[in-house]
């Protein structure tokens, strides 16, 4: 079965860096899009970047210039550079992946990894 495993979440400081990453177990056929999801107490989640096969990224506006998403396709891998953490990036950190396979469609997700950034 598939299952996203992330990992590099952690308590940092503000100005701190941190490389998250998600990596599925079993394979994935047809990905279409990578991304990453972020949840903070009492807000909505929100993207927080997504990468499509063919490379393309989008940002949201918080993080522009400070995240880089990347994708290894083979590996069905999505990775979070973090760069210049700021108290408000704490959050839960879901990775997603959809894809399109055989005339379905799929949406896969992380269980969550949990960022917190200190003053």
């Known amino acids: 079965q598939v299952q996203l495993v992330e990992s590099g979440g952690g308590l940092v400081q503000a100005g701190d860096s941190l490389r998250l990453s998600c990596a599925a177990s079993g394979s994935i056929f047809g990905i279409y899009v990578m991304g990453w999801y972020r949840q903070a107490p009492g807000k909505q989640r929100e993207l927080v970047a997504g990468i499509t096969s063919g490379g393309s990224t989008t940002y949201a506006e918080s993080v522009k210039g400070r995240f880089t998403i990347s994708r290894d396709n083979a590996k069905s891998t999505v990775y979070l550079q973090m760069n210049s953490l700021k108290p408000e990036d704490t959050a839960v950190y879901y990775c997603?992946?959809?894809?399109?396979?055989?005339?379905?469609?799929?949406?896969?997700w992380g269980q969550g990894t949990q960022v917190s950034v200190s003053s």
């Open positions: 997603n992946v959809k894809s399109d396979y055989v005339l379905r469609k799929y949406d896969y």
